[in-house]
């Protein structure tokens, strides 16, 4: 489907439930269309009035009869049609203003919420600044666009049809010859509108590879530092931001070329109506005076007959933008969203087990990742899960609630496929602490209480204090309602680690989900998170990407993965009889990670 096809249902989505103001606005535009195209016959009229009381004015004989009365009057409707013309115009340009700020607002709206329910794939496979840019510059020129060309639009639309229909009636012949080079100036538009909006649409692309790179420098700006790479950070950025001047540019060269030829067109035009229209007059076929106010008002509708075009291309670059925005964020909202069965089960705990049976999986077609693993395990059991990097530990884990669904075998709560689960009850079951804690905008006890935003502040202590870090929450000033949005430096790895195991353990998760931190923390927080996690892994079926070796002593089962194959699986003593990869790997104290 053309960008533009696309762009038109997209506008369509969200502003047809503003039909009523649009409707206003049409009846007004076609008001103002209908004041201005009637105006030029008015003033033709008027030209000949004015001829007529001139020639009885200047011969004697009929000086006594020449009267500007009727010029008079003529006038005054000329002005009054204008009149009519601006209020109506600013009548449709408030309610168009209104539209535009109510469904930019809902398109914004639309896609947060989109982004809450689409799959975790889509994520993993867009840069952050590609997702941010959707947000910003692509609606932010959807709503320029709506905000200063809608109305031209949908004036230049109007008009165009209105000046037809009046020069029709006018004149038939005059008509055509006004008309007569209208292919030519389409297919030159055409032409260059088509290489504007590859240019265009390039350099949202491009922004938006622009602002995933800026993100990405952002966010690893410790990284940078510490190896010393800013110049070449910046030469990087140099590279992306050439790009984007160069799309940027010849979009803008190539929407800039449009106006002026359009005017060239509009001048050609006049002269074609000039010429045949001053053929008509000397052909003698009318009056001279019916002549004379012929061409007068056609050179007048010559002149008005390029004005919608021209204000449309004027316009081009910044519609082309909204056209490719629209593109980007319609993009978003026709991504997949998470898969929740109807009349999913609810969830109430895992009481006899949880299984994952042979199942296969591929993040992309052609690629499997995991081939064929099968985990039993009992209620309460803790399983550790070890391998070398990229081995398949995370992916096991994105299946467990559903990240990323099995492509076969399956997994199951109590026997019960969990693609049957109602999403929502999966996901409060199952609770995930991940290796980089993430920490909201709030306070701590609002961070605490994410998960479950109704909880009292006895069960945020409890938890706080069963993630052993409550008596570092109360020795800060503000305690439990110390902002996080301005505090998050000041905690270290350590403490936002622990914060988040208090807002899991609020959770109450019957399946915990757990990714060992690889970061090197001091021996006291060391020891306090290891305290922390053990209180949450206390009586719940939990899994663990183990990296810390008492996690792995302590498991009640240990699965070896590599290659996205289970090679060996026990506690640890029977790992050691076993003496296979694991033994070795424990033999010379390699890290699990
Ligand atoms: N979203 C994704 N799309 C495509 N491939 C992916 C995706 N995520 C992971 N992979 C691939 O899947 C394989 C397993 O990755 P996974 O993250 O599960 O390994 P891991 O054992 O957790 O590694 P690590 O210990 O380094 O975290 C890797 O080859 C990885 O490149």
């Known amino acids: 489907m053309s960008d533009l096809k696309i762009a038109g249902k997209y506008y369509w989505h969200y502003l047809k439930r503003y039909w009523r103001g649009f409707a206003i606005s049409v009846i007004l535009i076609a008001f103002s269309t209908w004041c201005i195209v009637i105006a030029p016959t008015y003033l033709g009229r008027a030209v000949e009035e004015l001829t007529q009381y001139l020639q009885q004015w200047t011969n004697p004989a009929t000086r006594g009869q020449a009267s500007l009365g009727s010029f008079n009057h003529t006038l005054v409707i000329y002005v009054l049609l204008y009149a009519g013309d601006a209020a109506s115009i600013f009548i449709s340009s408030l309610i168009l203003a209104r539209v535009t700020a109510y469904s930019t607002g809902t398109m914004r709206v639309g896609l947060f919420r989109k982004m809450q329910r689409m799959r975790v ?13 959707r947000f ?55 032409l260059v509108m088509r290489k504007a909006g590859v240019a265009v649409n390039r350099q949202q692309d491009d922004i938006g590879r622009l602002n995933g790179y800026i993100n990405e420098q952002i966010t690893g700006q410790k990284i940078l530092i510490t190896n010393g790479l800013q110049q070449d950070s910046l030469k990087g950025f140099h590279a992306y931001n050439a790009k984007v001047r ?119 077609p052609d690629k499997e990742i995991l081939h064929g693993i099968t985990i039993d395990v009992h209620p309460g059991e803790m399983v550790a899960l070890v391998g070398p990097t990229g081995s398949g530990k995370t992916t096991v884990m994105n299946l467990l609630n559903r990240f990323y669904d099995v492509d076969s075998g399956r997994i199951t709560f109590d026997g019960t496929d969990i693609r049957r689960f109602d999403l ?12 980089e804690p993430q920490l909201f905008t709030g306070t701590i006890a609002d961070n605490i209480r994410y998960g479950d935003p109704t909880a009292r502040m006895e069960r945020v202590i409890a938890a706080a204090k069963q993630a052993n870090i409550h008596d570092f929450i109360v020795s800060l000033p503000a305690g439990y309602e110390t902002e996080v949005s301005d505090e ?14 208090a807002r899991t353990i609020l959770t109450n998760p019957r399946l915990l989900i757990l990714d060992e931190a690889t970061s090197n923390v001091d021996t006291v927080t060391e020891a306090n998170i290891q305290a922390a996690m053990d209180n949450v892994i206390q009586g719940r079926t ?28 026990g ?10 990869f694991y033994a070795e790997l424990y033999r010379n104290q390699m890290v699990f990670d």
């Not at 840069?127 to 941010?132: E, P, Q, R």
């Not at 506690?571 to 296979?580: K, R, S, T």
């Open 121 to 133: 794939q889509y994520f993993d496979t867009h840069s952050d600044g590609d997702i941010l840019a």
């Open 136 to 190: 910003t510059s692509d609606l932010d020129n959807i709503f320029n666009a709506m905000n200063q060309a809608l109305l031209e639009i949908l004036l230049a639309v109007a008009q165009f049809v209105g000046l037809l229909i009046v020069m029709f009636n006018q004149n038939v012949t005059m008509a055509w010859v006004t008309m007569a080079s209208t292919p030519v100036a389409l297919i030159v538009a055409a």
């Open 246 to 364: 160069q799309s940027a540019l010849s979009g803008q060269i190539w929407s800039g070329i449009l106006n002026p030829l359009m005017q060239g067109m509009s001048l050609l035009n006049t002269a074609i109506v000039i010429f045949f229209g001053s053929w008509l007059a000397l052909n003698g076929q009318m009056s001279t005076g019916a002549a004379l106010a012929l061409v007068v008002v056609f050179v007048n509708y010559a002149q008005q007959y390029y004005q919608p075009i021209m204000s449309l291309t004027s316009l081009y670059s910044m519609i082309q933008l909204a056209i490719t925005g629209a593109r980007r964020v319609d993009e978003v909202r026709r991504q997949p969203d998470e898969v929740n069965p109807t009349d999913g089960l609810a969830l109430q705990g895992i009481d006899s087990g949880l299984k994952i049976d042979n199942v296969r999986f591929s993040y992309v």
């Open 424 to 435: 929502q009850a999966l996901r409060k079951n199952v609770g995930i602490v991940l290796q």
């Open 488 to 501: 998050q430096s000041i905690f270290s790895a350590g403490q936002k680690q622990l914060m988040s195991i």
């Open 542 to 569: 939990s899994f663990v990407i183990a990296h810390r070796l008492k996690t792995i002593l302590n498991a009640d089962k240990i699965v070896v993965l590599k290659d996205g194959a289970i090679i060996e699986q």
């Open 571 to 580: 506690n640890h003593a029977q790992l050691l009889n076993e003496n296979g």
